[in-house]
């Protein structure tokens, strides 16, 4: 059995709740999932000596400038476990310097395929974010981008990945996207 560790980074409960609900139907029975909202890590240690397979930092309604912002705890960067960012997770990795905001928050479907580092045949997916990356740190290679916007980021050295995109608001396309994921990080 696979063990995943989301850290949901959203400022209110109920959205924790929904969230919870489509990341667990875009998984396969079994992956065992361990939830903890970003101000709320206590056990934490516990959880990741529990051979947890990969992490995941979710997306936010908050934003990496804000001086309110939620705070991914050290001991999460810290870790060997593959971690994938999901769009607010991608921005606060990438850093504030390495961002540009629209005026307003955009919603809206792309259609992509996914060639690095793992293949996922062409899937929708959907975006709902104020803030895109446009640069990168060395260490991390571009996987997809569309115009000057990063849409997909990867580091070859421990398999941490960067998405744009909430793979877990489409089942299918969550399902495939999820399910090559953990090949990738558990090969």
Same mark, same amino acid.
């Given at each position: 059995? /696979?063990?995943?560790?989301? +850290?949901?980074?959203?400022?209110?409960?109920q959205?924790?709740?929904l969230?919870?609900? @489509? !990341?667990?139907r875009?998984?396969?029975?079994?992956v065992? %999932?361990?939830? /903890? @909202?970003?101000?709320? +890590?206590s056990?934490?240690?516990?959880?990741?000596?529990?051979? +947890?397979d990969? %992490? %995941? *930092?979710?997306?936010?309604?908050?934003?990496?400038g804000d001086?309110?912002?939620?705070? *991914?705890?050290? +001991?999460?960067? &810290?870790?060997?476990?593959p971690?994938l960012?999901? $769009?607010?997770?991608? #921005?606060?990795?990438?850093?504030?310097?390495?961002i540009k905001?629209? $005026?307003?928050?955009r919603?809206?479907?792309?259609?992509?395929? *996914?060639?690095?580092? !793992?293949?996922?045949?062409?899937? &929708?997916?959907y975006?709902?974010? @104020?803030?895109y990356?446009?640069?990168?740190?060395?260490?991390?290679?571009?996987?997809i981008i569309?115009?000057?916007?990063? *849409?997909? %980021?990867?580091?070859?050295k421990?398999k941490?990945?960067?998405? #744009?995109f909430?793979?877990e &608001?489409y089942?299918?396309?969550?399902k495939? !996207?999820f /399910?090559?994921?953990?090949?990738?990080i $558990?090969?």
């Amino acid at each position: 059995m /696979r063990k995943i560790l989301i +850290i949901d980074m959203y400022s209110s409960k109920q959205v924790f709740a929904l969230h919870k609900n @489509r !990341f667990k139907r875009s998984f396969e029975n079994d992956v065992k %999932i361990y939830f /903890r @909202r970003w101000d709320n +890590i206590s056990g934490i240690e516990t959880i990741l000596k529990k051979n +947890i397979d990969g %992490i %995941i *930092i979710s997306g936010s309604d908050y934003f990496v400038g804000d001086k309110t912002s939620a705070i *991914i705890q050290p +001991i999460i960067l &810290k870790t060997d476990i593959p971690i994938l960012s999901i $769009c607010y997770g991608l #921005q606060y990795i990438v850093g504030k310097k390495n961002i540009k905001s629209f $005026c307003n928050y955009r919603k809206y479907t792309n259609v992509y395929i *996914i060639k690095e580092p !793992f293949y996922v045949p062409k899937s &929708k997916y959907y975006f709902y974010h @104020r803030d895109y990356v446009i640069n990168l740190q060395s260490r991390f290679a571009p996987s997809i981008i569309k115009n000057d916007k990063i *849409i997909m %980021i990867y580091d070859k050295k421990n398999k941490n990945i960067g998405i #744009q995109f909430h793979p877990e &608001k489409y089942r299918k396309s969550g399902k495939m !996207f999820f /399910r090559e994921w953990l090949k990738y990080i $558990c090969s």
